[in-house]
């Protein structure tokens, strides 16, 4: 196949259409997040209705006379607002897939304009019905005013949720730092590198596999914090440095995976579950010189993708416990991404830790399932 029909080749939609490359560049190969918030999410649907009703609210008080009349005032105006809310909380919501990936200017078109178009249809059927006395220029001039409105709200919602992202989410410096400082520790660089070394003479093969193994999670490591990756990827990236950490704890290490049911297309933010694993091996297998067993499962339940990890407790519990840097780190990256549509849970059934994981079924267009199947001896 020549370049050129390659190219083309590698943008096809699901449709058989050719795709722009802009359109066709995934989340998860460094493309910007979409600018039409998750409207979807139970959590920003809810906040947008509350940043609405709230002023309504206040308007109908300052301008009314008594409570009772500020009531009646504000119901006339929720039975317009909330329509025109949830209708383009609706469409939104399902242009967000059509539109992501496109130039900002479509985005925007699609952000605002959406909104205008609901709330002109609203105003056209309630008019007559809320004020059929108005005359023909007042009636035009009333659902005009209104679409103008909204499509201001809608710029300024759309707005603040980014701002908002933006505050959450650290700048490509500040994650690529946080990324080197709380994922990579000095000495793990250190064992890796000794144990590769004492492998050299007696097992050059799987020396030289550590070290790709040691080269693919460092790349890993490297990589922007914010970007999606597919979950078949994530774990891929556990089994490599379960791998490693198996030189240094050997037979004390042992884990068993079960993905049976995983959706490997899901996406989901990069090294979110290697911290959580990291955490599994270092307070449940290190600290004892018994073996120990890390389990961890991944499955769908309808739209949702839930994972656990469950790892020994020790009975004397260390001196100096850890900090839950991990997890706080994992739930506030949760929160950013998510919202409340996610979940992060730990429990303590008798000597087992228990962490559970549980977010929304994004899945990744054109996914191709080949890396669920690690070999830590290829």
Same mark, same amino acid.
């Given at each position: 196949?020549?370049?050129?029909? %390659?190219?083309?080749?590698?943008?096809?939609?699901?449709?058989?259409?050719?795709?722009?490359?802009?359109?066709?560049?995934?989340?998860?190969?460094?493309?910007?997040?979409?600018?039409?918030?998750?409207?979807?999410?139970?959590?920003?649907?809810?906040?947008?209705?509350?940043?609405?009703?709230?002023?309504?609210?206040?308007?109908?008080?300052?301008?009314?006379?008594?409570?009772?009349?500020?009531?009646?005032?504000?119901?006339?105006?929720?039975?317009?607002?909330?329509?025109?809310?949830?209708?383009?909380?609706?469409?939104?919501?399902?242009?967000?897939?059509?539109?992501?990936?496109?130039?900002?200017?479509?985005?925007?078109?699609?952000?605002?304009? *959406?909104?205008?178009?609901? %709330?002109?249809?609203?105003?056209?059927?309630?008019?007559?019905?809320?004020?059929?006395?108005?005359?023909?220029?007042?009636?035009?001039?009333?659902?005009?005013?209104?679409?103008?409105? %909204?499509?201001?709200?809608?710029?300024?919602?759309?707005?603040?949720?980014?701002?908002?992202?933006?505050?959450?989410?650290?700048?490509?410096?500040?994650?690529?730092?946080?990324? =080197?400082?709380?994922?990579?520790?000095?000495?793990? =660089?250190?064992?890796?590198? +000794?144990?590769?070394?004492?492998?050299?003479?007696?097992?050059?093969?799987?020396?030289?596999?550590?070290?790709?193994?040691?080269?693919?999670?460092?790349?890993?490591?490297?990589?922007?914090?914010?970007?999606?990756?597919?979950?078949?990827?994530?774990?891929?990236?556990?089994?490599?440095?379960?791998?490693?950490?198996?030189?240094?704890?050997?037979?004390?290490?042992?884990?068993?995976?079960?993905?049976?049911?995983?959706?490997?297309?899901?996406?989901?933010?990069? *090294?979110?579950?290697?911290?959580?694993?990291? +955490?599994?091996?270092?307070?449940?297998?290190?600290?004892?010189?018994?073996?120990?067993?890390?389990?961890?499962? %991944?499955?769908?339940?309808?739209?949702?993708?839930?994972?656990?990890?469950?790892?020994?407790?020790?009975?004397?519990?260390?001196?100096?416990?850890?900090?839950?840097?991990?997890?706080? +780190?994992?739930?506030?990256?949760?929160?950013?991404?998510?919202?409340?549509?996610?979940?992060?849970?730990?429990?303590?059934?008798?000597?087992?830790?228990?962490?559970?994981?549980?977010?929304?079924?994004?899945?990744?267009?054109?996914?191709?399932?080949?890396?669920?199947?690690?070999?830590?001896?290829?």
């Amino acid at each position: 196949m020549a370049p050129d029909e %390659a190219k083309t080749a590698q943008y096809k939609s699901s449709s058989g259409l050719p795709e722009s490359p802009a359109k066709a560049r995934r989340q998860s190969e460094g493309g910007l997040a979409p600018l039409i918030p998750d409207t979807c999410n139970v959590g920003i649907a809810l906040r947008s209705l509350a940043l609405l009703n709230a002023p309504a609210l206040l308007i109908s008080v300052l301008m009314a006379d008594g409570v009772q009349s500020a009531m009646s005032q504000f119901a006339v105006t929720a039975l317009v607002l909330n329509p025109i809310a949830v209708g383009s909380l609706a469409l939104l919501c399902v242009s967000r897939k059509l539109v992501n990936g496109m130039s900002l200017q479509v985005q925007w078109i699609a952000a605002v304009g *959406l909104p205008a178009l609901v %709330a002109l249809a609203v105003s056209v059927l309630a008019v007559d019905w809320l004020h059929p006395d108005l005359p023909r220029a007042g009636s035009l001039w009333w659902v005009a005013s209104r679409t103008i409105v %909204a499509a201001m709200v809608a710029g300024a919602l759309i707005e603040f949720f980014r701002l908002r992202a933006r505050a959450y989410s650290p700048s490509f410096s500040e994650a690529r730092l946080q990324a =080197l400082q709380a994922r990579i520790r000095p000495h793990f =660089l250190f064992n890796s590198l +000794n144990a590769v070394l004492g492998l050299m003479r007696s097992d050059p093969r799987r020396a030289e596999a550590t070290l790709e193994n040691l080269a693919d999670l460092f790349r890993v490591f490297m990589r922007d914090a914010r970007e999606l990756v597919a979950l078949d990827d994530e774990v891929v990236t556990c089994k490599e440095y379960l791998a490693i950490e198996q030189l240094r704890l050997g037979e004390r290490l042992r884990v068993a995976w079960h993905l049976d049911d995983m959706p490997g297309d899901a996406l989901i933010p990069s *090294l979110l579950l290697q911290p959580l694993i990291e +955490n599994a091996v270092h307070h449940g297998i290190e600290p004892s010189s018994e073996p120990g067993l890390i389990e961890v499962s %991944a499955s769908r339940i309808g739209e949702r993708v839930r994972v656990e990890v469950l790892n020994p407790l020790l009975e004397a519990q260390p001196v100096r416990p850890g900090n839950q840097m991990a997890l706080s +780190n994992v739930r506030e990256r949760l929160m950013l991404l998510y919202d409340i549509s996610a979940e992060l849970k730990t429990s303590q059934q008798g000597s087992i830790f228990r962490l559970e994981l549980e977010f929304p079924y994004r899945k990744e267009r054109r996914r191709r399932d080949v890396r669920r199947y690690f070999d830590p001896d290829r």
